[in-house]
């Protein structure tokens, strides 16, 4: 049985991979034209075009495999049904059970696979894919509004006790992650205003937050003026460097750079608990995170909807019927999957429900077609 065990899996995971090469050679040709109109444009050249779709790969890895998962599986089998090599695994004792175990293995060292492409490779190659368009066509990270991005931070003390309130503005965050025209408004507990920091430029430093370059810090005093009038009195330095401590990093920022899908699951954690701290809603960052701790075990729902092919017979269709019949499964579980995650935001479900809607459907479907060609032999 260990022989037939690595049999089966050399034949699916060789048919998964021709099924995710051409996946990928597809979108990678969809992906050249869409950037042919800026070749050309200020330092743009063909070569960045090139590696800018190079870099792409790794998320289209992660987003087709399912797809190309239930494909190639389907494909396998359906020849091991076409050669008669499915009914002779049968009648030397493969039960479906023991069917269902051997692709439910395989399918989790690909979901594994998969799990670890799109935490670890995926948003770095997509982070240096943004550096690279952006550097070469002399651009920065797009603002939310005419005025910058603006975000909200929180410094608190070891207690946890709220001691000043920061909202940020920043004009252009660069591909290096350095910033450019940053206003910072600091206010106490009460919201009261403390201090306007403005500086042309700011570079991270790990060891002690970002560091204000050519800053100029306006300090609010009350001052009484009489017996029961107070007013606030402006004081103004300049500063060459300004270290301005807080939780604020690169890769909190880096959500400006990826959309949330492509982020890593752990600058997602960082993101959704810096938006808790600031009390500011979080539902679409939590579906993007709990999309990531479920979006690789689709893999093995896939393979296991893959498995009732195998036991259909040539005669109840041919290898063209059952392909074209997983590609319409696979394009429909991808719809499924993006349609719940905004159904999920939409109506403030929880995330977790959100999104393992699809691939529960997915698996209730497989398990039930398992059970009719159970009863079909």
């Known amino acids: 049985m260990s022989l037939l065990r690595r049999y089966v899996a050399r034949e699916i995971v060789g048919s998964v991979s021709f099924v995710l090469a051409g996946f990928l050679a597809l979108f990678a040709f969809f992906d050249f034209v869409n950037e042919l109109d800026d070749i050309g444009q200020a330092g743009y050249r063909l070569q960045h075009a090139v590696l800018y779709v190079l870099l792409g790969l790794p998320s289209r890895v992660y987003e087709l495999a399912p797809i190309a998962t239930l494909i190639g599986t389907i494909y396998a089998l359906s020849q091991f049904a076409a050669h008669s090599e499915f009914t002779a695994m049968r009648a030397a004792g493969m039960s479906r059970r023991r069917a269902l175990t051997i692709v439910g293995t395989l399918g989790l060292w690909m979901a594994l696979v998969t799990a670890l492409t799109g935490e670890l490779l995926a948003p770095v190659a997509d982070r240096l894919a943004s550096n690279l368009r952006m550097s070469t066509l002399a651009s920065t990270v797009g603002a939310q509004f005419r005025s910058g991005l603006w975000i909200k931070d929180t410094l608190k003390d070891a207690d946890g006790a709220v001691i000043k309130l920061r909202f940020v503005n920043v ?109 500011q809603r979080t539902d679409r960052y939590e579906i993007a995170l709990w999309k990531k701790a479920v979006y690789p075990l689709a893999v093995v729902v896939m393979m296991a909807l893959a498995l009732p092919f195998g036991y259909l017979q040539v005669r109840a269709g041919g290898i063209g019927y059952k392909v074209f019949a997983g590609i319409m499964l696979g394009v429909g579980f991808h719809f499924l999957n993006g349609l719940f995650s905004h159904l999920g935001l939409l109506n403030t479900w929880p995330p977790w429900l959100a999104t393992s809607i699809p691939s529960l459907a997915a698996l209730l479907l497989a398990m039930g077609m398992l059970a009719w060609v159970d009863r079909a032999r």
């Open 171 to 279: 004009a252009e965050m660069r591909p290096d992650t350095t910033l450019r025209a940053v206003r910072v408004f600091e206010f106490d507990s009460q919201y009261r205003l403390e201090a306007l920091i403005e500086a042309a430029n700011a570079r991270f430093n790990p060891s002690g937050g970002w560091v204000f370059l050519d800053a100029e810090v306006a300090r609010f005093t009350a001052q009484a003026v009489a017996d029961t009038t107070t007013a606030l009195r402006a004081v103004r330095t300049r500063q060459a460097e300004l270290a301005w401590p807080s939780d604020l990093t690169p890769d909190i920022l880096g959500v400006l750079v990826l959309v949330p899908e492509r982020m890593s699951a752990w600058s997602l954690l960082q993101y959704v608990q810096h938006l808790r701290d600031n009390r």
